[in-house]
């Protein structure tokens, strides 16, 4: 997505602006042009050289100095300019973008590009907190520009607070999912898609439950592929340690009936829905309030059976495109057209997940895609990036049919 793009860089005079060389990198290795400007604080911090030497291009440090005879530096910079990111964005900076002051190149340039521009404001939480630069980060906001909120964490002053200038692979990504979500031209642009993921997690007591193996990976790469698409993406999810993408909301739930209640309540508005999660069939009938004690030397649970969340959403169906996931260790394809026949989706991804390259916590996959009045159609092993966007390019196929 940033691969040709004109990236113009706005480093301002915070402790940060050493981070911006990195940044330079990531957008570089992304495969985007990068022109660098640096204010005159910014500059007692790191010297133009070293922007000069990773953007390959002189910086742009005066107003007046006009690199080429033939046109004004800060125009030429502006209408060059694809995508505008301030990182580190002072206090300061950020105040003369809310009044429109103009009055070094940075300020001007910045005043005179039309792109989108993505603010990353750095500083001391005091400074942050300060009721000034909240009122000029809301005008800000309401000029368009978009925002990368500062993390909290550990600030060069010594102590804790927000303010902190978030990791640059952090800050490209969420560049490139604001230029995804605006392609107007990518196939499922604008679309909700709700996809769920995980093994849910059934209580027994406030300290056990029962689940099962899956590490919601398949659902997080489908995930991805489909804010890739430009889809506006929900997902619904069981577990906590796998990365989300930028532009991704999670909602984070542990049971099926959790897992319901989230999908229900978006599921008039979805175009897609894609059920990777790995619903239990069963939850505890009676599960415990407090911790069951070792007393007995037998136990015995009972079971009940859990909402069919797939079965359910199949009979609301209107507009929505309904993809099921078939986890089996035997008679795979038998069971798959039974869900399919059975549940009114309109796509099943069998998976054998008794196999060595497929299935529960592995980052490949291979499965077969099952549609109604169609040849099933296997999809070679492959790693579940690839997986998810062939899932997609036939969802979208059969969308569009
Ligand atoms: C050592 C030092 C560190 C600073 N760090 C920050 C910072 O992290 N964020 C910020 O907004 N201002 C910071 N400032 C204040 C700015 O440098 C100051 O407001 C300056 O006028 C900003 O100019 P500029 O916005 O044109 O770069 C710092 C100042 C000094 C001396």
Known sequence: MLTGKHIALYVSGGIAAYKAATLVREFIRQKAQVRVVETAGAQAFVTPLTFQVLSKHE???????????????????????????????????????ATGIADDFASTAL????????????????????????????????????????????????????????????IVAEVEADLIAADTTLPLHGQQVLVTAGGTRERLDPVRYLTNDSSGKMGYALALAARNLGAQVTLISTVSQLPVPAGITVIHVDSAAAMRNALLKRFATAAMVIMAAAVADFRPAA?????????????????????DILAELGQRKQHQFLIGFAAETQHLLAYAQRKLAQKQVDMIVANDVSSPHAGFNRDTNEVTVLQPNQAPQPLKVA???????QILQLAIAAQTD
């Open 383 to 389: 790693h579940k990036t690839k997986i998810a966007q």
């Open 59 to 97: 910086v742009y440090t005066d107003r007046f100095a006009q690199l080429a005879p033939d046109q004004v530096a800060h125009i030429e910079l502006a209408d060059w300019t694809d995508v505008a990111v301030v990182a580190p964005a002072t206090a300061d900076l950020m105040a003369k973008l």
């Open 111 to 170: 005043l005179a590009t039309t792109a989108p521009k993505f603010i990353a404001p750095a500083m001391n939480v005091h400074m942050w907190e300060n009721p000034a630069t909240q009122r000029n980060l809301a005008v800000l906001k309401q000029d368009g520009m978009r925002i990368i909120d500062p993390d909290t964490g550990f600030l060069a002053e010594g102590y804790q607070g927000k303010g902190r200038f978030p990791a640059p692979v952090k």
């Open 287 to 307: 599960p415990a309030t407090n911790k069951i004690k070792k007393t007995a030397t037998t136990y015995t649970l009972e079971l009940t059976k859990n909402p």
